[in-house]
């Protein structure tokens, strides 16, 4: 993990441990996203440095669970998600789920995948 | 469809199978002891001193990272004080409930190109997980025993599978052939794999709050006090499958009941995260695959 100096932060970071106060209570969790108040709030509560994902170090590449990615194209892994949809079309939040499946799909090949 | 002919069929059908799947007795017994309120945590231990290979089983998924104690709990009391009674009574019948079928024979060619239990696992862990995931943030019930009722969700395909082959590969053919999904195709035969998993379930005395969503998950009973639990599995199954998780039998989504959505709240949920979480606890489940293909090393 890396370490941000209280001046450096920026909104969006997002937290690589959670922040605790002396006592150990947490004060904001591990994953937190960083806002303006929160990082005002970090600078008033007198902390030097605070633990940032992904800086100084490669993001962890997200695994890849449900349809196989390897070799395949966004076209392919698409084409089997929409086969499955194909009869639920009428359904608005099932088309709301198709819409986020595909978007994740999409990440993954990016990631992972392409033939 | 004639929903109580086909219940009728299949209490006839399960009635006439002679070696059905038994759970370990212990499990009834840990189940009577957990609704006892003098139940102490010395009594469940000793229950389950008597099986120890249940017990390791216990330990081993409750070390897992998917209980949120990874490596952490070096006894069954300690267990039990980690995961409470009704988590360690999960954790027994989750194990149990896979390795029981985890033998089942080999079929014919044309059904393993259709079917195969260890896919279905996947399909019905991934559910469970979802499952999970939503009776906690929905409050809807304990989720660990939401875990469970999403494991058990397809257990009739099961029973299908090894004690009517012939039929069940005719719905999966139909399935396939006529792109029809799976609960139509068993309907015209007067066949519900919902039906056949709840009297399994209830047969092996199981509590009303696994045997209700297993049995109801393709047709809520909104006025049930497990109505909850049933539209989490039901949307549960439903996303399992859009996610491409495992394999069920056939290819289509089954049907979203504007009543599971509702209870849900699913207009307000952001499948983008939701997605996100599952992919991260799909992967912490995956101590549950390694029971199910018996690739557990030891
Ligand atoms: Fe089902
Ligand atoms: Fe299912």
Redesign the interface.
């Known amino acids: 993990m890396g370490m941000v100096k209280a001046a450096e932060l920026k909104a969006g970071m997002k937290l690589s441990a959670p922040l605790k106060d002396l006592a150990g209570r947490t004060l904001l969790k591990e994953g937190a996203e960083l806002t303006d108040q929160y990082i005002q709030r970090i600078r008033n509560w007198g902390f030097e440095e605070i633990a940032v994902q992904g800086e100084g170090e490669a993001p962890a590449l ?2 890849v ?3 196989p990615i390897e070799g395949r194209s966004f076209a392919q892994v698409s084409e ?2 929409e ?6 079309l009428e ?1 608005a ?2 088309r ?6 595909l ?2 799909v999409k990440e993954l090949v990016s990631l992972h995948g392409g033939s | 469809m004639a929903e109580a002919e086909a219940v009728e069929k299949m209490r006839a059908l399960i009635g006439g199978v002679r070696n059905l799947p038994t759970l370990p007795v212990i499990i009834a017994r840990l189940t009577r002891m957990l609704a006892d309120p003098e139940t102490s945590v010395k009594k469940v231990t000793g229950l389950l001193a008597e099986d120890q290979a249940l017990t390791a089983k216990i330990l081993k998924l409750a070390n897992s990272a998917y209980y949120g104690f990874p490596g952490q709990i070096a006894s069954v009391d300690h267990a039990v004080v980690m995961l409470g009674f009704g988590g360690v009574r999960d954790v027994a019948l989750s194990a149990s409930v896979i390795e029981l079928f985890r033998g089942s024979p080999a079929q014919a060619e044309e059904m393993k190109r259709l079917f195969a239990p260890d896919r279905l696992w996947e399909h019905s862990i991934a559910t469970g997980v979802a499952c999970r995931m939503l009776a906690r943030s929905r409050k809807l019930a304990d989720p660990e025993e939401a875990f469970v009722a999403g494991l058990l969700h397809d257990i009739g395909k099961l029973i299908m599978y090894e004690h009517m082959p012939v039929m069940f590969l005719e719905i999966l053919q139909d399935c396939r052939d006529r792109a029809r ?1 799976f609960v139509a195709a068993e309907a015209e035969r007067d066949c519900s794999h919902a039906a056949l998993g709840r009297l399994l379930v209830e047969q092996w005395k199981l509590p009303e709050r696994i045997s209700e969503p297993v049995g109801f998950h393709h047709r809520l009973r909104p006025r049930r006090p497990t109505a909850g639990v049933t539209a989490a599995v039901q949307f549960a199954d ?2 399992a ?5 495992g394999w069920s039998g056939d ?3 089954p ?2 009941e504007p009543e599971a ?1 509702r209870i849900l709240g ?2 307000e949920m952001d ?2 995260r ?3 979480e ?2 991260g606890q ?2 912490q489940a995956s101590i549950f695959m390694e029971l199910a293909s018996g690739g557990t090393k030891q």
């Not at chain 1, 086969?83 to 639920?88: G, P, T, Y």
């Open positions: 997200p695994p669970v449900g349809y089997e998600v086969r499955r949809f194909s009869r639920s359904d939040t099932l709301r789920l198709k819409t986020a499946v978007g994740r | 999904p439903i996303f499958r859009a996610r491409g998780v290819e289509y989504l049907g979203l959505a699913l207009d499948f983008g939701f997605i996100e599952f992919d799909m992967l």
